[in-house]
């Protein structure tokens, strides 16, 4: 599956910006989904993940109250709704996918990314 991240942009702290990740070539609806972040000098990480048909539904921490992970199966797209950022999450936001069904795993293919900067 080949995977394009999209909706990323220079936004101010406060502000709210929603990131879209396309899917091709595979079953959308089969794969388990997720969002990662990766900032300047620091390792990748974790942000959201979403099971098949939505089942499962996980954050970290750190977004959870202000983000949202979302999926439409029958355009083979993901979304994160990200609310009240702060300049902390300025990132290159990435998707990803796995064939498994368990969220909080490794996950096997990766899109491009697309960088988020939020402003203070």
């Known amino acids: 599956v080949q995977l394009q991240a999209s909706g990323g942009g220079l936004v101010q702290a406060g502000g709210s910006v929603r990131l879209s990740c396309v899917a091709s070539?595979?079953?959308?609806?089969?794969?388990?989904m997720g969002w990662f972040r990766q900032a300047p000098g620091k390792e990748r990480e974790f942000v959201a993940g979403?099971?098949?048909?939505?089942?499962?539904?996980y954050y970290a921490d750190f977004v959870k109250g202000r983000f949202t992970i979302s999926r439409d199966d029958a355009k083979n797209t993901m979304y994160l709704q990200m609310n009240s950022l702060k300049p902390e999450d300025t990132a290159v936001y990435y998707c990803?996918?796995?064939?498994?069904?368990?969220?909080?795993?490794?996950?096997?293919?990766w899109g491009q990314g697309t960088q988020v900067t939020v402003s203070s």
């Open positions: 990803a996918a796995r064939t498994g069904t368990v969220v909080l795993s490794s996950y096997d293919y």
């Open positions: 070539g595979g079953t959308f609806s089969t794969y388990t």
């Open positions: 979403i099971g098949r048909n939505a089942g499962r539904i």
